[in-house]
């Protein structure tokens, strides 16, 4: 049983993440390849499999209590024309969430996960509600990054440190897979730039509609963005870049991200804006990458590159552009086929089918 000290006894960078042991590999390949099929019939799902049982240690992995952890957050930039809704659709949007009418709370239910929501840093007051984990670290949101850094370090420690405690959390109520999502008016920008910093990609191509700018909102993004990159002269660290263009919410999910990798747990990883989330954690800990599942390809054009920088494959491609962890929610099925057909499908001994034989290339069941 994997052991953790306990939240918020170690600094917020203090992660120890260590890649899953491959000597297990063999024997779960060698249980994937005898089931009642021919060899490599289930593609992408036998990977997955493979995946999950080196995560988990054992032959039978199990998928318990899945989560889906939205992270809510403002940005100071949003007021400065960086995209096409009013920052007020933050707080309206944690509203729908918190009253189950989202998209994320449909696919949520649909598929039998449960949604948290937290409150990273959005610019209004919601009282004391039953279901919103208050985790805000500035009643106002980020400053301006056009302006100067977004958060401070001390803000941007405090975030990821947050979210690696809901995270925990989580783990100690006995959840082994978390989805990460997250909300919040102008964070497509904030992702761009620090998909920019992180992963070398050229701005221009990391800029994209967000919430749904036409061509010249998208070219007056670019050129605010640009300004904002050019006064930058800090060092290329994540934390650095994080603190400076990021958001509450982006890094709490990367706080989140280290936390749950940490306790080797499976992270199913969402779209643009997770992924830039993603980035921060893996230049921290490249072997949090080993516990992730790319739930598909968003239509974001900056998430392609983000997902060819990091060597990822996501499972589906259904040009969302959502957010809220929607893709997340959506793989998941996915992912509990490919456990359930590790530990319940028939073997050929088992099953008493034969096997291929070895001078003919006739493929059972072909």
Known sequence: MHSHTPAGARPALGFDITPPDAALAEALRHKIDQKTKPLGALGRLEALALQLGLIQQTLTPELRAPHILVCAGDH???KAGISAYPQDVTWQMVENFLAGGAAIN??????GIELVVADAGVAHDFGRRE?????KVSPCGTANYLEGPAMSAEQCAAAMARGAEIVAGLHARGCNVVGFGE??????ASASLVTHFLAGIPLADCVGRGTGLDDAGVSRKLTLLQQAAGLYRGDYTPPSVLAHFGGFEIAMLAGGM??????????LIDGFIVTS???????????TLQYCVFSHRSQERGHRLQLEHLGARPLLDMDLRLGEGTGAALAWPLVRAACAFLNEMASFESAGVSERSESSDVQAGS
């Open 76 to 78: 100071g930039a949003a």
């Open 106 to 111: 449909v696919f949520a239910r649909a598929n």
């Open 131 to 135: 279901n919103l984990v208050d985790a």
């Open 183 to 188: 909300m919040g008016i102008g964070n497509t």
């Open 258 to 267: 280290l936390a749950a990798a940490e306790r080797k747990m499976l992270l």
């Open 277 to 287: 989330a993603l980035l921060v954690a893996a230049t921290l800990h490249p072997a």
